[in-house]
């Protein structure tokens, strides 16, 4: 985080003394910015009135100046508190009333400094390494015993999403789920944001990653073709499924059905419902898809297009897949590491035709990061608001459009 | 009849610089203090039959005569000032076992937090101001607002020469308000005139500003003030009061004037 913040609280008669919209001012001339908390206004002339004022700069240097400012005119610097941790009983168990993470950027005051919470996700708690002054966000089943873990709300302060400069459609910041919405522009700005993520990851800058996590439906409904051009154009360069997408995706390039249906003839074929267990047991037989691509068995797709791009596959598992592929992680604990461990770097994330991974990945998403949630189902964004991710855009529209239209944006012949 | 405190200027001097007027090779003329200041007493005895108690005063504390600064009273209560100055925190035991000595209820507050009483205290009867920045602390306010249950708007005093509000800001009984504009910033003054009708207002030539024409008393609808002020005189004379005009310069060697040297008790 770039930013510096103090709280203060102002009382008194404030208001007919134009005391309060000095001490505002004054913050704002000399460069910082300010959130008005709690004010109260005094009812009678006799009743004081109060006020907690947030105060942010970009400097310690600049907050320490208004804050030296400001304090003449009876602005006080409230108490704050180190941080309180416990430690954790064994492992895999978490100390009573740890905190518990929202994903939004998080600060703990450790030695009377604050420090960043790396690796913010919703629902984990804060480990404290003391020693390095450094804290971390970590997932209930990877705590040890012994480790120090923040507990309370002391010493805890969330930082609110800053407005994105771009004015795109993320610039809301707010999911807004309608089926009744046009689309072409919401596809535009997204288009706009991969074309300058293409360029800032092509320079190696943080935070241009494009995670794409797709469920099956991307290759029924016809949406294989743009996606796996979308890979090869390096507009996409992390991707979350299960076992169907891949299997799907390679039974396609195999015996050119999806699920038995023939994808150009449109009807099932005979005997079509054993292509994808055919698929699986061939990827099986070769030992894994990467081998099966660079063999020369699988030719075409969207796992052969991540292979030759080196767009890393995280496939995980669930109860009802068959098989499944080699690479499917079967424990979900893994998987989510192996998806945790990608997150890293992303600055794009599009969820697209899945509820399981939509949500899944959503979990694991700073709420920094721009994401776009799209479904035929409006429940499948709500959901995913619902449950935390409200940085989330929600377009309600099928997967095989999605990918066309933002593919023909970026260029895509069609 | 009203009553002021003062303190017989005996041992008045400049010992020490802790304001822009103060200078220590601006020799106080002391029998001329001593004259001036009892002609001051003789216009409040006389003129106005006001009641005066007079404190001992006490050698090494030379501005123990500028009671203003002795703390507030309200009714019974007197909050006891807790001065900036080191030169100044001397007085404050005397003027404590003053009030102590006549049954007041004393209410000092908490080390560090300065104020320097009716010096930066001053209002109408429903509401006041303070002043600070330069003597009082601005957190003083909220907690004599809350003991007194009294409005009270502070005013920033940006000009060091004004460095009590008493020296820059006479509210009249009438209502009226004897103020000097530049001495507040425009928060400041924004402040003021929302609350005294700008008919009410007289705002003080700079020269007779620095004549200390608001270090004034006003007691019923008279005025005492510094000579040397005509502007000021015709405005109060118009608005029907009567002025009296005191020679007090050897205490202006000192920055203060009529009013700095009494103190109010009811």
């Known amino acids: 985080m770039n930013h510096h913040q103090e709280c203060v609280a102002l009382q008194g008669h404030i208001i007919d003394s134009l005391l309060l919209p000095k001490v505002l001012d004054l913050i704002l001339m000399m460069g910082g910015s300010f959130d008005l908390e709690d004010v109260h206004i005094g009812k009678t002339r006799e009743e004081p009135s109060r006020a907690r004022i947030v105060i942010r700069a970009t400097s310690k240097a600049l907050l320490d100046d208004i804050l030296k400012a400001i304090q003449p005119h009876g602005a006080s610097i409230e108490r704050e508190a180190d941080c309180r941790t416990g430690r954790a009983p064994a492992d895999g168990v978490l100390p009573d009333d740890f905190y518990a993470t929202t994903h939004l950027p998080t600060q703990i005051r450790l030695n009377e400094q604050w420090i960043d919470v790396d690796g913010i996700e919703m629902d984990l708690a804060v480990r404290v390494d003391a020693r390095h002054s450094t804290a971390r966000a970590i997932p209930m089943g990877e705590v040890r015993e012994g480790d120090h873990i923040v507990i309370g709300r002391d010493g805890v302060r969330v930082v609110p999403l800053q407005r994105p400069q771009e004015r795109d459609v993320f610039g809301f910041m707010e999911s807004q789920v309608s089926a009744e919405r046009p689309h072409g522009h919401v596809i535009a700005d997204i288009a706009t944001r991969m074309r300058h993520l293409r360029e800032q ?188 991710s409200f940085q989330a855009v929600g377009l309600v529209m099928d997967a095989a459009s999605f990918l066309t239209e933002v593919a023909r944006a970026l260029g895509r012949a069609t | 009849m009203s009553r002021l405190l003062v303190c017989p200027p005996d041992f008045f001097g400049i010992e020490y610089e802790i304001n822009p007027w103060m200078r220590l090779s601006n020799r106080v003329d002391r029998q001329q203090a001593v004259r001036q200041w009892h002609e001051l007493m003789r216009v409040f005895e006389q003129d106005l039959h006001v009641a005066l108690e007079r404190m001992t005063p006490v050698p090494g504390l030379p501005d123990l005569v500028f009671t203003a600064n002795a703390g507030v009273v309200v009714g019974q209560t007197v909050v006891v000032s807790r001065f900036r100055y080191p030169e100044r925190q001397r007085e404050e035991v005397h003027f404590e076992a003053w009030f102590r000595a006549r049954g007041y209820d004393v209410m000092l507050l908490q080390e560090g937090l300065y104020f320097e009483g009716a010096g930066d205290l001053l209002g109408f009867p429903d509401y006041w101001f303070g002043g600070y920045r330069q003597r009082s602390d601005i957190r003083v306010f909220p907690i004599l607002s809350e003991r007194f ?17 008493d020296t820059c800001f006479c509210p009249l009984s009438g209502g009226e308000l004897l103020y000097f504009p530049a001495a507040f910033d425009a928060y400041g003054q924004a402040a003021i005139t929302e609350r005294v009708p700008g008919e009410l207002c007289f705002a003080a030539p700079e020269a007779e500003a620095l004549n200390f024409a608001c270090n004034a008393v006003c007691i019923g609808k008279h005025v005492v003030l510094p000579v040397g002020s005509p502007g000021t005189q015709t405005w109060l004379h118009d608005r029907g009061y009567t002025t009296h005009a005191v020679h007090l310069d050897e205490f202006m060697k000192s920055g203060g004037s009529a009013k700095c040297l009494t103190l109010a008790l009811d």
């Open chain 2, 149 to 165: 249950h009294r409005e009270i708007i502070p005013l920033e005093l940006v000009d060091d020469r004004f460095y009590h509000l």
């Open chain 1, 201 to 388: 990851q092509r320079q190696g800058r943080p935070q241009s990653k494009v995670l794409l996590a797709g469920g099956p439906a991307i290759i029924h409904a016809g949406g294989r073709e743009a996606l796996m051009w979308l890979i090869e154009q390096s507009f996409i360069h992390v991707l979350f499924c299960g076992n169907a997408l891949a299997a799907h995706d390679m039974e396609a390039d195999l015996y050119g059905t999806s699920l038995g249906y023939g994808l150009s003839a449109g009807r099932a074929v005979p005997h079509g419902h054993e292509h994808h267990l055919r698929t699986i047991n061939r990827i099986r037989a070769i030992g894994s898809i990467e081998a099966a691509v660079t063999s020369g068995m699988i030719k075409h797709g969207i796992m052969a297009a991540c292979v030759r791009q080196g767009v890393p596959v995280v496939m995980a598992g669930t109860i009802r897949d068959d098989g499944p592929l080699p690479g499917v992680i079967t424990d979900s604990v893994l998987a989510q590491q192996a998806m945790r461990a990608q997150i890293p770097g992303v600055g794009l994330a599009l969820l697209v035709a899945s509820t399981l991974h939509a949500v899944a990945t959503g979990n694991l998403l700073p709420a920094i990061v721009p994401t776009v949630c799209v479904d035929v189902n409006p429940s499948v964004p709500t959901k995913l608001a619902d449950r935390g």
